[in-house]
């Protein structure tokens, strides 16, 4: 038996809708899943890191940044030594000197930091920068150097650095600054180091 014209129209119209409603719902579901899968990956990474994970890569971030501003400063580099920036940033960062340097009066944390801030200081301003910020980190994570980061984070240290480390980010936008931070190109690398190990802290 044939169907009658507005029975069939009927039909088609209801299966049209249905095709409809099947597209719209795999198009929403796949965008979701797609959403998920891109925010995913920084989320998992970040719960997933040690404190000793972490440590690494921030000790890593200033490595960069320390190899980079004596590469770029060799007139900063010559006030502590005269082997190349490479070399002295691997003392630095793989030597014996459980960073305490003399040449920045073997000062760490925030006493390192405010030497690299003193205008009145004439030596080397990176190495003071650098060591100030990695022992801040240290003292964060509860150990006095990258070896003997303990397992268990302690969230009141932690927030104390996120908190150090800010206070760091808005001095460096203060006047006066000595000469070397007054640098434009200094400052923004700087600030993107601390940005990195600021995304990366647990708090």
Not at 1 to 24: D, Q, Y
Not at 176 to 182: E, G, K, R, S
Request: aromatic residues 8%.
């Amino acid at each position: 038996m044939l169907l009658s014209a507005p029975f069939f129209r009927a039909a088609c119209f209801k299966v049209f809708v249905w095709v409809i409603s099947l597209w719209a719902i795999l198009h929403i579901t796949q965008a979701e899943a797609r959403a998920v899968k891109n925010a995913a990956p920084s989320s998992v990474v970040r719960a997933e890191l040690s404190p000793k994970q972490a440590m690494s890569d921030h000790t890593d971030d200033l490595r960069a940044l320390m190899l980079q501003l004596y590469t770029e400063h060799p007139d900063e580099l010559a006030k502590s030594t005269q082997v190349g920036p490479r070399e002295m940033t691997e003392w630095v960062f793989d030597g014996k000197a459980n960073w305490k340097f003399e040449a920045i009066r073997r000062m760490q944390g925030m006493a390192a930091i405010d030497l690299a801030f003193d205008e009145a200081f004439a030596g080397d301003r990176i190495l003071a920068l650098v060591v100030g910020i990695e022992t801040l980190l240290f003292e964060g994570y509860g150990s006095q150097n990258e070896f003997e980061i303990p397992p268990q984070r302690d969230p009141q240290k932690l927030q104390q650095l996120q908190q150090q480390l800010k206070a760091l980010q808005a001095r460096l936008q203060r006047e006066p600054l000595p000469p070397l931070l007054q640098q434009p190109a200094v400052r923004e690398s700087v600030e993107a180091t601390l940005k990195q190990l600021l995304q990366r802290l647990p708090v």
